[in-house]
C-alpha cells in the first residue's frame, strides 16, 4: 500500500482565494483525520471521519474550513476565502477504526498564503 | 520539506548513548498514551503506546513508562541511532478516538 496520499505537496495562494487539500486514505481504514501543524499552536485536530461520517469538527477553526468525505477513498478540506494565518502544513491521517491508537499520516501539504 | 516548530526543547546525545524524552499530561481520563516521531518533510510516525491502566510498556529498542501520580510520560530509546533524530510527540487518547498531540522535543543524535 501507498499509505496516506496528499495533494498537492506544496501550494502557494493568494489571500481570499480558495484552497483545495486531497486525501486519499489507506485502503480498509474507515477512520480519517485532518490535522494542521504551526510553530505556535503544533500539532491540532481539525476534523474526524468515521465510515465518511463527520463525527466531530469542533477543532475547524471558523466557517472558512469546510471538510467532506464523499466516499471511503477521498477527502477534501477547503479553505474559502483563505488568509495568511492559515499558512501551515496540513496533515491527513487514517485508521483502521475509531478505537485505534495508531494513525497513519501522509506527507502533509505546506499552505502558503500570501 | 515539512517541519515543525524551531523552538522545541531539544535533547542531544551521543550515538549509542541512551536518550530519554519526557512529556507531562494534563487529561486523567485518556485512554492511552502514545508516542510519535516526526523526521524532517514527513508526517507524524506511531512508535508506540500505553494504556492508561499499564506503568510500562517496552517495545523494539523503546520503552515508555506512565507515572499517572503525577502525569507524566516517558520514552526511553536504547541506544540511540542517527536515524532516531526527528522530533517526538507525546499524545493522548481521549473520548474513543481523538488523538491530541503535545508539543514535541526535537531528539538530535551526534555520531
Known amino acids: 500500500d501507498a499509505g496516506v496520499i496528499q495533494s498537492p505537496r506544496h501550494e502557494v495562494t493568494e489571500m481570499g482565494q480558495e484552497v483545495t487539500l486531497r486525501c486519499k486514505p489507506i485502503?480498509?481504514?474507515?477512520?480519517l483525520f485532518w490535522y494542521r501543524q504551526t510553530m505556535m499552536r503544533g500539532l491540532e485536530l481539525l476534523i474526524y471521519f468515521n465510515n465518511n461520517v463527520p463525527i466531530d469538527d469542533s477543532g475547524m477553526p471558523e466557517d472558512r474550513f469546510s471538510a467532506k468525505m464523499p466516499n471511503a477513498s477521498f477527502s477534501t478540506l477547503k479553505i474559502q476565502p483563505s488568509e495568511p494565518r492559515d499558512s501551515a502544513v496540513y496533515f491527513c491521517?487514517?485508521?483502521?477504526?475509531?478505537?485505534?491508537?495508531?494513525?497513519?499520516f501522509g506527507q502533509g501539504t505546506r499552505l502558503t498564503v500570501v | 520539506g515539512e517541519s515543525v516548530g524551531l523552538h522545541l526543547p531539544t535533547l542531544s546525545v551521543q550515538e549509542g548513548d541512551n536518550s530519554i524524552i519526557n512529556c507531562a499530561y494534563s487529561?486523567?481520563?485518556?485512554?492511552?498514551f502514545i508516542w510519535y516521531k516526526q523526521e524532517s518533510g514527513k508526517g507524524p510516525q506511531f512508535i508506540i503506546d500505553i494504556r492508561s491502566n499499564m506503568d510500562k510498556r517496552q517495545g523494539q529498542r523503546v520503552t515508555v513508562l506512565l507515572n499517572k501520580t503525577v502525569k507524566h510520560l516517558s520514552l526511553q530509546i536504547a541506544a540511540t541511532q542517527p536515524g532516531d533524530s526527528a522530533v517526538y510527540f507525546c499524545a493522548e487518547h481521549t473520548g474513543g478516538f481523538k488523538t491530541i498531540f503535545g508539543a514535541g522535543t526535537r531528539l538530535f543524535v551526534k555520531a
Open positions: 491521517a487514517s485508521s483502521t477504526d475509531r478505537a485505534s491508537t495508531e494513525a497513519f
Open positions: 485502503s480498509g481504514h474507515n477512520s
Open positions: 487529561n486523567s481520563a485518556s485512554d492511552y
